[in-house]
């Protein structure tokens, strides 16, 4: 079994991600809890231009975690020299990539939310375009930010992340109550403060890594580096799987989010306050995810298939009973967690609906559904994992959502139906290719 791994370092690992990801969603809760005293428009507004935000930030979000697992590869291998071009190549790259992704918003965000929300009420259409057109500024710097954690995960130093997101968190949250609470800039100000976390983080993660000679993954010299077409294709291969699975697990979402939208404001906003609540469940969860990245990519570099499985049951099951445990948590705790935003008796009711029912169905699958294929990517099997999240995204969330919206009436309700039921087929799908063994036989240097 691969030395490199022991109870101790992977817990070196993991407990600065699990707290990283918790600090990150912060952000998004503590975006939508101090809008929610603008109003419900506000807050419908935030939320629907997050869904957007999502899709476009999801090519250098893939990209990283091609970058990731090719270095993780390198660095299991001991090939130093590889892991240091690897890294150049990913940072180039997703520069590029999110600076024409930056430029093809400010231009367009308009007709991009016209053409989606194109039926929202006026308020609510106002508030969306004054924070998309902000919050599109932002994309270059978290797309460094993204990248250079990535490859600090990558090396097996977790910590810095973790700092470097605390940090965002206070400039956030800050920032919010200045320009929400003291100018009165609404959801203006909520963007205007997530604009400038992201540039401090992006700014201190960079800095960081270019002066970081004890890990393998230092980008000296980037200003003279060329785009190597061999290397970007090596992270390509992990990283476009990920974007297209992404993208369209992205645009299922806006799709149920019209279906949710066709029943009003308040399920708008009671399925906006049930998602910043569940994204506080998951961020654990997609902190053990990363540890799979790294532990598994680097074991299955040093060709170490034994450590590779050994690791993955261990960190599934500390998944699961994390998972649990904050869903317990929450469900004894709904009152509690309502009363921090400011809901309509409608809205309020059905949030409690859609958080009982994902509490339930997120406990039992989402391991599976979202923890299982980050292994069987560091392996190099992300086309797989591509095609069946595709499939079950569309035949099974999607086709079931409307059925149980329109056909069942369950109203808003139909969509956290449909999303529950994709987790169970999902989570089956994997179970059965990672212990079939044929993850094995791919090859990604």
């Known amino acids: 079994m691969m030395e490199q791994w022991s109870n101790k370092s992977v817990w070196r690992l993991l407990w600065p991600l699990i707290l990283e990801q918790l600090l990150a969603v912060t952000i998004g809760i503590a975006d939508t809890a101090m809008v929610t005293t603008v109003g419900e428009d506000a807050i419908s507004g935030v939320s629907l231009v997050d869904q957007i935000n999502q899709l476009l930030i999801i090519a250098f979000s893939a990209l990283a975690t091609g970058g990731s697992v090719v270095v993780s590869q390198y660095i299991g291998r001991g090939d130093t020299n590889n892991s240091i071009n690897a890294s150049k190549q990913l940072l180039l790259t997703n520069s590029i990539v999110s600076l024409v992704i930056m430029f093809a918003t400010l231009f367009s965000y308009k007709y991009i939310l016209l053409l989606i929300y194109g039926n929202i009420e006026l308020s609510v259409m106002e508030n969306a375009r004054r924070y998309f057109w902000l919050t599109a500024l932002s994309m270059p710097f978290f797309a460094l930010y993204t990248a250079s954690s990535s490859l600090f995960r990558a090396a097996g130093n977790s910590r810095l992340p973790m700092i470097t997101a605390l940090l965002m968190n206070i400039i956030n949250i ?43 993954i230092y980008p000296e010299n980037l200003h003279t580096t060329k785009l190597e077409p061999v290397m970007i294709k090596r992270i390509l291969n992990i990283g476009i799987p990920g974007a297209v699975e992404s993208s369209v697990f992205q645009i299922g979402k806006i799709l149920l989010s019209r279906v949710v939208s066709s029943f009003g404001t308040a399920a708008l906003a009671a399925n906006a306050i049930t998602g910043s609540v569940a994204s506080f469940v998951f961020m654990p969860g997609t902190g053990f995810c990363m540890a799979l990245l790294t532990v598994a990519g680097q074991c299955i570099g040093a060709k170490d298939y034994e450590s590779a499985k050994h690791w993955t049951f261990k960190l599934m099951r500390l998944m699961y009973i994390t998972l649990a445990a904050l869903n317990i948590l929450i469900l004894f705790t709904l009152d509690r967690w309502l009363g921090l935003f400011n809901l309509s008796s409608e809205a309020a009711a059905l949030t409690k609906t859609f958080l009982r029912l994902h509490c339930i169905t997120s406990s039992i699958a989402w391991p599976l559904s979202f923890g299982l294929p980050n292994a069987l990517r560091a392996a190099g099997d992300a086309k797989f994992v591509m095609y069946t999240a595709i499939c079950t995204m569309w035949f099974v969330r999607i086709s079931s959502s409307f059925i149980f919206a329109y056909v069942f009436n369950f109203g808003a309700l139909a969509v956290w139906m449909g999303m529950g039921l994709d987790f169970f087929f999902r989570g089956s799908i994997f179970t059965i290719r990672w212990l079939n063994g044929k993850w094995q036989t791919k090859k990604v240097i």
């Open 174 to 216: 800050g920032g919010n109550a200045l320009f929400i609470f003291v100018f009165k800039m609404g959801v203006t100000g909520a963007a205007l403060a997530t604009l400038l976390c992201r540039v401090a983080g992006s700014i201190i993660m960079f800095i960081m890594q270019i002066h970081n000679r004890l890990l393998p």
